[in-house]
C-alpha cells in the first residue's frame, strides 16, 4: 500500500504492468505502523523483521480493534 499526495508517484505507480492497490489510511489511524517504525533503527538500511508482535504492539491492535467498531 501506498500512501502519497504526490499525483505524478500515483501515476508512475499505475502504469506499471501489475496489480497496484492505494488505499488512503488517516494518519491518525495510524498508530500502530507509527509505534512500529519506532521501535528499529531507523539510521540501517536493513529491512527489519518482526517475527511476532511486541507486546506494545498488541496493546495496540487491541485498542484498533476496539475503536473501529465505531468507525
Known amino acids: 500500500e ?5 499525483t505524478l508517484l500515483v501515476e508512475l505507480l499505475l502504469s506499471d504492468a501489475g496489480e497496484i492497490r492505494i488505499q ?5 489511524l495510524n ?3 507509527d509505534h512500529m517504525t519506532k521501535c ?4 540501517s538500511y536493513l529491512i527489519c523483521l518482526f517475527r511476532s508482535p511486541s507486546a506494545s504492539v498488541m ?3 487491541g485498542r ?6 465505531y468507525y
Not at 24 to 28: N, V
Open 2 to 6: 501506498v500512501e502519497s499526495d504526490n
Open 24 to 28: 488512503h489510511i488517516l494518519r491518525s
Open 31 to 33: 498508530d500502530i505502523v
Open 40 to 43: 528499529v533503527d531507523t539510521s
Open 59 to 61: 496493546n495496540l491492535l
Open 64 to 69: 484498533d480493534h476496539n475503536m473501529s467498531i
